[in-house]
T-cell receptor, first 109, second 111 residues
Framework: EDQVTQSPEALRLQEGESSSLNCSYT??????LFWYRQDPGKGPEFLFT???AGEEKEKERLKATLTKKESFLHITAPKPEDSATYLC??????????FGEGTQLTVNP | DAGVIQSPRHEVTEMGQEVTLRCKPI?????LFWYRQTMMRGLELLIY????????DSGMPEDRFSAKMPNASFSTLKIQPSEPRDSAVYFC?????????FGPGTRLTVL
């Protein structure tokens, strides 16, 4: 059974304090790893897709990296508007995504 | 582009009643997904369609749940009869290969 584990469950940062979120996975055959951002009361918003170990993608203050067992979402000099829940998901067969529980990030001004 | 449209945004009903959730995917997307999100279980895939055909419904919890996609621009998720444990936020998403765009969700409360 495919498993996705995200850590930490919650993270509080001061504005400008860089950090990383972790997504570890156990799957039979990875076709893609996805990162989403979810704000309260809204649907998840697509951020990145990573396909192979060693791949990196960046968007503003966010950078996602992938290894054979885990992915990291690095947040550089975060701002309060980066506060959200960040979800990781893996695609194995077809278009089926299995999501992790998410990391709730709070950035204080 | 208006994005994925879901209706209603909120639904409160009583146990035993039929509930129908609606979704309009983004034009041109050939895949449509129904998810359920709860605090206990997180975000779970219920069913997905490709070119209006159900491909994987293994996440549908039981026979009380059914989903249809009569055409490329409309899908429904029906719960009959509803139970309190069905209370959750139900999301519809559409996409092509390697991208899924989520709607705003329907918050369902079954009393």
């Amino acid at each position: 059974e495919d498993q996705v584990t995200q850590s930490p469950e919650a993270l509080r940062l001061q504005e400008g304090e860089s950090s990383s979120l972790n997504c570890s996975y156990t799957v039979s055959g990875l076709r893609g790893l996805f990162w989403y951002r979810q704000d309260p009361g809204k649907g998840p918003e697509f951020l990145f897709t990573l396909y192979s170990a060693g791949e990196e993608k960046e968007k503003e203050r966010l950078k996602a990296t992938l290894t054979k067992k885990e992915s990291f979402l690095h947040i550089t000099a975060p701002k309060p508007e980066d506060s959200a829940t960040y979800l990781c998901a893996v695609e194995t067969s077809g278009s089926r995504l299995t999501f992790g529980e998410g990391t709730q990030l709070t950035v204080n001004p | 582009d208006a994005g994925v449209i879901q209706s209603p945004r909120h639904e409160v009903t009583e146990m035993g009643q039929e509930v129908t959730l609606r979704c309009k995917p983004i034009s041109g997307h050939n895949s449509l997904f129904w998810y359920r999100q709860t605090m206990m279980r997180g975000l779970e895939l219920l069913i997905y369609f490709n070119n209006n055909v159900p491909i994987d419904d293994s996440g549908m919890p039981e026979d009380r749940f059914s989903a249809k996609m009569p055409n490329a621009s409309f899908s429904t998720l029906k719960i009959q009869p509803s139970e309190p444990r069905d209370s959750a936020v139900y999301f519809c998403a559409s996409g092509g290969y390697n991208e899924q765009f989520f709607g705003p969700g329907t918050r369902l409360t079954v009393l």
